[in-house]
């Protein structure tokens, strides 16, 4: 990747992405922490679009699904923590 070039002179940079199973896992695993984007309740449900997440509770997530269910890159639903208590 050119980062930068004059007069034939070019800085580059390699950059290399690498995700452990480990570090996947804890991204796709929400936590008590992670907040719902409409209303502010524990979020159960990440929306991963080409753009970027969307973070849900399950009444949010569950209302929006038909809307973004085609252009989500996946869907990720803890809901059913809910019912494991």
Not at 2 to 30: C, H, M, N
Not at 57 to 76: D, F, I, R, T, Y
Request: net charge negative.
């Amino acid at each position: 990747m050119v980062i930068w070039s004059w007069k034939g002179y070019t800085l580059s940079q390699e950059i290399t992405v690498e995700a452990t199973e480990d570090q996947q896992e804890s991204r796709e695993t929400l936590s008590a922490a992670d907040r719902c984007d409409v209303c502010g309740a524990q979020a159960y449900i990440r929306v991963e679009l080409a753009s970027g997440d969307l973070i849900f509770c399950s009444h949010h997530g569950n209302e929006k699904k038909a809307q973004l269910e085609p252009v989500a890159v996946s869907w990720h639903d803890e809901s059913a923590k809910l019912l494991a208590r």
